[in-house]
């Protein structure tokens, strides 16, 4: 779980019963290496969800505004912050298994490793 008001995650916020068969996790940084490859290591897929910048940036805007920051500060963090670490999950997208067209709801899946064809963005995609 992520707590908005203290922007901060909250460790062991959820429990998971064992016979779960299905979890699905948001994370921005579910595809980058350090330790964040421990958590991908745990996954049989992850999903890449783009979402131009026209939509991205007035939603977090909002968020911001939401949780008390005046549109200024809103603005400002969201330009200063946010975006800095989009374009650090942006560079890990060739890693997802699927892509989803937030605007056109559009799923395609990663080539099988090997074949040799790039993903929608032109990147080759690396596969587990």
Known sequence: AFDRDRERAVPA?????????LVVVEGNYLLLDGPWRRVRDLLDEVWF???P???????LIARHRAHGRSAEEAAEWVH???ETNTARVLATRAHADA????ATGDVTYAPPPGAGRTDPAGQ?????
């Open 13 to 21: 916020a959820i429990a998971v019963p064992h016979e779960t068969e």
């Open 80 to 82: 200063r912050s946010d």
């Open 53 to 59: 910048a026209e939509v991205r940036v007035p939603r």
């Open 49 to 51: 969800l783009d979402l």
């Open 124 to 128: 080759q995609p690396r596969r587990r």
């Open 99 to 102: 892509f989803v067209d937030v």
